[in-house]
């Protein structure tokens, strides 16, 4: 082990089909992209995160990391992490920073198997919220585009359980397409969100109706990534855009920035938890598209895909 330590990156992710029916057992489609967390571990006298003493309160992720991922709690650590990403984005930030996290103490134990670290990461993340789903981490730990559901799935990339709970994990050989990012400025505010639709649903089968056909959305989706066909892939964006809107998932800056990236895009979409945060566009032309969303007031991320999820850094 050397006195440097460990450095492992993982690449951040948005979801591009399934948007909270993913909470209800619906299927789900993520992207990796190039907007990297990194971890650094090394032995320390202390467990520390970013030079401050490890504090479960401020360092959730970190923490739970460690106690799925370190067996040797009498040699402490100090982490330390970066991001490409601006937090605001979201962008499976937390799932990020629990992956690198883990393939740092993995790398300090000379290996790094994949499927042990997304599992524990799930495990990880499943501690702090337990409505959580393996979406994020998969797509932190695999890279390209990947799919969970509950049905099952031939040579599935990996299977997680919960309870009662199964999710298959495949991957989707990623194609030659174009991600836009917009952001509304306005951040998204998950639990708000989470609950209203949480309300919604127990008063009126509308709403459960509708986290069904997203769910259809996500299944027709990914065969059109499979594919490799944009125009169906953003017809079902579009569709999928549709039925959250119709949930009250959007709000006028997200429609806004919608509408202006569609001129040049295949389809558009929020991406998240909605309510404000992010929407994506699968861009004709990046440049315009791109252009289109600053113009109609919000930030613009021309994002590449990461093929590579989890790795070591030099």
């Known amino acids: 082990m050397s006195e440097a330590g460990a450095t492992v990156s993982a690449p951040g992710c948005l979801t591009l089909f399934g948007d909270h029916a993913r909470h209800y057992g619906h299927p789900a489609v993520a992207v990796a992209v ?132 199964t999710w298959n994990l495949t991957a989707i050989e990623p194609g030659e397409f174009h991600f836009v990012l917009g952001y509304t400025g306005k951040p998204s505010d998950p639990a708000a969100m989470g609950a209203k639709l949480s309300r919604f649903c127990a008063r009126n089968s509308f709403a459960r109706e509708t986290l069904g056909e997203l769910g259809a959305a996500s299944r027709d989706g990914a065969l059109s990534l499979r594919k490799g066909d944009p125009e169906s892939v953003g017809r079902m964006m579009n569709r999928s855009q549709q039925l959250l809107a119709n949930l009250g998932m959007s709000s006028p800056e997200l429609d806004r920035l919608v509408r202006s990236a569609s001129r040049h895009s295949y389809g558009a979409k929020l991406t998240g938890h909605g309510g404000g945060g992010c929407m994506v566009a699968l861009a004709r032309d990046p440049e315009a598209a791109a252009v289109a969303i600053e113009q109609a007031g919000g930030r613009a991320f021309i994002l590449k895909l990461a093929r590579d999820g989890v790795r070591p850094e030099d």
């Open 34 to 165: 190039e907007m990297r967390t990194r971890c650094n571990a090394q032995l320390s006298q202390r467990f520390t995160v970013n030079g401050e003493a490890m504090d479960p309160a401020r360092h959730p992720h970190a923490r739970a990391a460690l106690i799925h991922g370190w067996t040797d709690m009498d040699k402490p650590l100090a982490l330390t992490f970066a991001s490409d990403s601006p937090p605001e984005l979201g962008l499976g930030s937390d799932a990020a920073s629990a992956v690198a996290c883990l393939g740092a103490l993995s790398m300090l134990h000379d290996h790094m198997i994949y499927g042990q670290i997304a599992r524990a990461a799930f495990e990880a993340v499943s501690e702090l919220d337990r409505r959580s789903d393996p979406l994020d981490i998969s797509a932190s730990v695999h890279g390209g585009l990947v799919a969970i559901g509950s049905e099952p799935a031939d040579e599935p990339v990996w299977t997680f359980r919960r309870g009662a709970d």
